[in-house]
């Protein structure tokens, strides 16, 4: 397997990249010869996009086009990248593979951590993002905050606060950065606290509270002029956690996500970068379904996800290339308990997996290259190839409904892309692309056992068997920009071979009481999706820009019926003035009528709605201390709406003020 | 190295279950040790049982004969096993057993079965009459023994009076320890002899009252009682059919531990019903699952 891969590595490395040249460095890299200090600036760009200036990360990510959300309540929504599920995208934190310890997904990676130590969230679409290992929507990988080495000695200190009245939501977030030209220290705390928030009727939306802690330290020592070591650590605590959507809430979710990095610049170049990092996370998670009276059975359902793995990258920037090259590995233990207690709780519990102790095992390298054919002419490719091993400590559970199933399965995961971009004049470019690559089924499309879906309403059995997911996917953007206008539009179309998803199974019968069926995940024979989204961006004065974006995409399964949780028509329109050190914005933003809906995947229609927004945020000076202060109004109409991927159609927030602000000393 | 610190200075907010443990078996009740022995002669006879105890329901036995002079342990053309119930009416009867054993050279011992079907208490007296031949001398002997109430609720039984108007007795026989898995699911079917026996009559005119039944078939339908698993069953279930042992074999899939009920229909070779009801297989969150008019309950 290994001499198979470093032989495919040979052949391939010419192939090209999909990076940016200009990519942004890793800010411990480009520091080390340096005068000042880098910070970067990509996420203040991002938020002066954002109505708010205290996001979390859900908000943050939402203001990419090609991300949606199902939302289970008020806290830690499962991000959908190109409409498709997050089984279906790698999602890594710097690049570290993690998983949630969910069942019924209530903890998506995004929520184990705080925006303010968040630098930057990479979205690479479809196979473009197969850098981090195989995938088929593609990638998000969240970038965290690393202050670089400095010649003098620097601090800075950011504290923010904040407040949100429609949940009563209370947020403190510090951050502390240090250092030196030796040492670079970051420290990050955040705290959230909200109770139910009411909808735009202003009905109490039950068990929709949250409780957030999350700390984060990185810790970098410059070991030689071209070298640098770095220990990061997150410590994520989530409790008492309200999922209205579901018949369960959290009681507790605690992450550990550490990692141990060497960076190197290779012959003391700096367009020559090798980062290697070891890492190590523990996930834990107990939901807790004593404040639902409703509920005819009391269950446990713990989980645990513990990985552990490494990853090289070297990273060969030329003048009219750029060649990427990486290897990942890791290892992954999944394993979630089911107790029920019955009335009579000095009688026996009833017991069972719901992940019997899965282990995932995989290794790939990815090689992307970039080259600059022309000043017209940019050609990218890339590769990834992909060892995926799964092994059952308690294979029984699954041979009840696979009587036939192995213990343990490998799969090979192979993908390619390629990308070329035209120049047509200064200011029109065209890009085409396509891609091909497979995924393994997830631990609970393979192994997992009586999963209640609250959405549907059936218990989800695994499927060992199921076959590797294969997409063919074409892409194609063009781009107009001119001094005040800029206008891009992007579409994609993914044609996905054995394409997972749950289907009613004609044996077994449901064990949850909520529950009317058991469905079994299934490769359907090819699924189609396709995305579009425009976005203009118009400078209509000199401090006033108007942004907007409009979104469409259609999925159907083999037999022409629509797929479910994508997204209906969908826009928004923002306008921001600047005048000095104030700044207002108003936005509106919404779906249409979800007509495409999926009744054979459990969907209902959801109705249009619009929300339309406004906040003001000013900044001054106190001596050298910098604050800003914003006030806004979500929801100003208290429009009473679901999105189409509501689980359980639980009411969005109505009207919300909130108020922050934020120093730096 | 400070990962495994970490992870060490790290431990979970709950334990996980032991699953292994709690479905391992328990050695000391797997091992065969003497319930009871009995002199006959020049001859001792040791009675063994799982545990050095017999319960109500289905036990394995193994008889071993030693000869006292030379300590060895003998093989013999035959020797018969038999169960008998005294109660205080004097009735006397016997319960399903394996009335000739078979030896197993391994263990120099003769094994058989014996499927009690009450506890010993005052008016209910259990004793075992043991006999062989050896050089065309018969000996035989009896001892007392005591019947306990059974823990293990999967070696229930059920004794049912069929359409036929006669007296049947089903008993579960394995699997003893049931795994969330597919489990081989074996039982015994027997017919109860009207005939009495007569406690004094020697071992060889004996006549037990109960005898297996032979060419059924019995239906399974495997449901978790309790309400609030709203009569849940499980897939990939198999009828049971007499296999060459004698006994009932099919296929049990639990998908949970806790409370399972097994429901039974039971056919004769003509396919005409003996006992046992459809269950219904609507799923009925809150209420306690229905059960057919014949059924054993589990628990693991």
Known sequence: ?665 | MVFICLSAFYSCTIDKTNFKQETSIDEEKNSFEEVVSINIDDYKVYIEALGGQFYKGYNKVKVKIEDKSSGEKLRFSEVNFLPILTNSDTILESCPHLYEMEYHSEDQSYHGYVIYTEVSHTEFDWRINIGFTINGNIYSGKEHIVVKEQPNKNLNMVSFTGHDDKEYLLALISPTRPKVAENNLIAGLFIKKLNSIDGDKTIDEADSSYSIVNHHKILLDPRMPEPSMGNHSSPNNEDLEQAIDGFYHGIVNYTMTGNWTLNFMVFNEKGDLLKGTEVSEDFTPGIEGEKSELYIDILF
């Open chain 1, 1 to 665: 397997m290994r001499t198979l891969l470093i032989g495919l590595l040979f052949v391939t490395v010419n192939a090209y990249s999909q990076r940016d040249t200009n990519k942004k460095r890793d800010t411990i890299i480009a520091p080390i010869q340096l005068k000042e200090v880098v910070l970067s600036t990509q996420i203040d760009a991002k938020i002066q996009n954002q109505l708010k200036k205290s996001s979390t990360i859900d908000e943050l990510l939402s203001t990419s086009e090609s991300i949606s959300f199902i939302k289970r309540g008020a806290y830690a929504w499962e991000p959908l990248l190109n409409n498709m599920s997050s089984e279906r995208s790698s999602i890594t934190i710097d690049g570290m593979h993690i998983f949630g310890a969910c069942t019924d997904k209530m903890d998506p990676i995004t929520s184990y951590m705080e925006s303010n130590s968040i630098d930057d969230i990479e979205i690479q679409s479809g196979q473009e993002g197969n850098m981090q290992g195989a995938t088929i929507a593609g990638s998000i990988d969240l970038k965290r905050k690393k202050t670089a080495f400095s010649e003098y000695r620097l601090w800075e200190l950011m504290y923010e606060t904040g407040y949100e009245s429609n949940n009563n939501q209370l947020f403190k977030l510090a951050k502390l950065s240090f250092s030196t030209n030796k040492w670079a220290t970051d420290a990050t705390f955040s705290y959230r606290k909200a109770d139910n928030y009411y909808d735009g009727k202003g009905n109490e939306v039950k068990n929709s509270q949250f409780n957030k802690i999350n700390s984060s330290l990185g810790v970098a020592y410059k070991s030689s002029a071209f070298s640098s070591l770095r220990f990061d650590a997150i410590l994520d605590v989530a409790k008492d956690v309200g999922f209205p959507a579901l018949p369960m809430d959290l009681w507790l979710s605690r992450a550990l996500i550490t990692s141990l990095s060497y960076t190197q610049l290779l012959f003391g170049k700096e367009n020559y970068i090798w980062n290697t990092k070891a890492y190590f996370n523990t996930i834990e998670h107990y939901m807790d379904d004593t404040t639902r009276p409703e509920n005819l059975v009391h269950m446990d359902m713990p989980g645990w996800s513990t990985t552990y793995g490494v990853l090289s990258n070297l990273t060969i920037d030329k003048e009219i290339s750029t060649t990427e090259i990486q290897f990942n590995a890791y290892n992954n233990q999944s394993i979630a308990e089911m107790h029920m207690y019955p009335q009579d709780r000095s009688k026996q519990t009833m017991f069972a997996y719901s992940w019997p102790w899965i282990s995932t095992f995989y290794s790939g390298i990815a090689i992307h290259h970039l080259l600059k054919i022309s000043e017209k002419n940019k050609l990218s490719a890339g590769m990834n190839l992909g060892a995926h091993y799964n092994h059952s400590k308690y294979p029984e559970f699954n041979w009840i409904f696979y009587p036939d199933a192995p213990k343990e399965k490998t799969r090979f995961l192979p993908s390619f892309t390629i990308n070329y971009t035209h120049y047509s004049t200064h200011n029109l470019s065209f890009s085409l692309g396509s891609g091909y690559g497979h995924r393994a089924p997830s631990v609970s499309e393979g192994y997992g056992y009586y999963i209640y879906n609250s959405f549907d309403r059936y218990d989800y059995i695994g499927n060992p068997n199921l076959k590797n997911e294969i997409s063919y996917e074409i892409n194609a953007s063009a781009n107009y920009n001119k001094k005040k206008i800029k206008v891009s539009a992007k579409a994609n179309y993914f044609y996905i071979e054995n394409y997972i998803i749950g289907k009613i199974l004609s044996l077994g019968s449901p064990m949850n009481y909520q529950s009317v069926g058991v469905k079994g995940y299934t490769s359907i024979a090819h699924a189609r999706l396709f995305n579009f989204s425009l976005q203009v961006q118009y400078d209509v004065l000199n401090n006033l820009i108007w942004i907007s974006n409009l979104g469409y995409s259609r999925a159907k399964d083999d037999r022409g019926k629509n797929l479910p949780f994508i997204r209906p028509l969908n826009y928004s329109s923002l306008l921001r003035f600047n005048q000095g050190k104030l700044g207002i914005q108003t936005s509106l933003n919404g779906d249409a009528k979800h007509i495409d809906f999926s009744p054979e995947y459990g969907e209902s229609p959801s109705s249009a709605f619009m929300i339309w927004n406004l906040s003001a945020d000013y900044t001054f000076f106190i001596h050298t201390i910098k604050n800003t202060v914003q006030i806004g109004i979500e929801n100003i109409l208290s429009e009473n709406y679901t999105t189409y991927a509501d689980w359980g159609n639980i009411p969005r927030m109505g009207r919300n003020l909130y108020t922050s602000i934020k120093i730096t000393f």
